[in-house]
């Protein structure tokens, strides 16, 4: 059964290391995390959200980032990553 984490609405580095708590906490299981609400990823935050995905896919475990927003697919291209996918499919 895949867990649900809502994600916090500033994923800033300040956010980052609770957000490595959090995933740490659910590592072993398949997640989802819902990104609805966030309003900011910054740049460690999102490198957090990379290495825990291949983490996860290298245990063959799920991992998905859902419902984001428009504002944050943005914030991921502003990062570099305009061709990476956190759910798994290939871009």
Do not use: Y
Request: hydrophobic fraction near 50%; include cysteine; proline fraction near 3%.
């Amino acid at each position: 059964m895949t867990e649900v984490v809502a994600l916090r609405p500033r994923l800033d580095s300040a956010a980052a290391v609770a957000l490595a708590g959090t995933l740490k906490e659910h590592s072993g299981r398949d997640v989802s995390l819902d990104a609805a609400e966030v309003s900011l990823l910054g740049a460690l935050a999102l490198q957090t959200l990379v290495v825990a995905a291949a983490s996860w896919r290298g245990a063959g475990l799920g991992f998905s980032l859902v419902n984001v927003p428009e504002a944050i697919e943005r914030q991921i291209a502003d990062l570099g990553c305009a061709d990476l996918t956190l759910d798994g499919e290939t871009p």
